[in-house]
């Protein structure tokens, strides 16, 4: 009897833990895609500028990079830092209304591999770390991964972002 109290104790105990966040935070998988465009709410930037849409909606910039690594035949690893203007859309019907809004911080690191004659990308992906964030954004942590599509240009993006 008292193995079967202890089981069932500790199966209740796992799935309040994973049932309610800790102190009203709230944790979400994230996905959408990322497009580069020239202007995104008439800013933009000298390293990159994206459009994003899903459960990100809004303006997605580079800030920095650096070439940490580069090899004779095309693969590169770059680091650096990007930062995000928009909201996370809770809703899922597409706008932001009544979601949480404000800035995200990121460190990135890409690795990729270039066509070395035409400097064609021929395959790339990058991981973004939260590092801090605004507004609602405030308590912010996650990890975001970026997948390129060379052939469109868009990057199909899927993480997590807990608030």
């Known amino acids: 009897m008292t193995k079967r109290l202890i089981a069932l104790v500790t199966l209740v105990a796992a799935a309040l833990l994973v049932a309610a966040p800790a102190s009203g935070a709230r944790a979400g998988q994230v996905a959408g895609n990322q497009t580069p465009v020239a202007t995104c709410d008439g800013d933009t930037s000298a390293f990159g500028t994206y459009a994003m849409d899903g459960s990100l909606i809004g303006c997605w910039f580079a800030d920095s990079f ?9 693969t590169v690893q770059i680091t650096g830092t990007e930062h995000f203007d928009g909201c996370l859309d809770l809703g899922g019907d597409g706008s932001c209304s009544g979601d949480p809004q404000g800035t995200l911080s990121f460190s990135f690191q890409f690795s990729g591999k270039f066509d070395v004659v035409t400097s064609a990308e021929i395959r790339g992906r990058c991981q973004h770390p939260i590092v801090s964030g605004t507004g609602g954004f405030a308590t912010a942590s ?18 997590n972002v807990r608030l």
């Open 66 to 74: 650096e070439v940490v690594r580069e090899h004779a035949s095309g």
């Open 142 to 159: 996650g990890v975001i991964t970026f997948k390129d599509d060379v052939t469109t240009g868009i990057a199909p993006y899927r993480g």
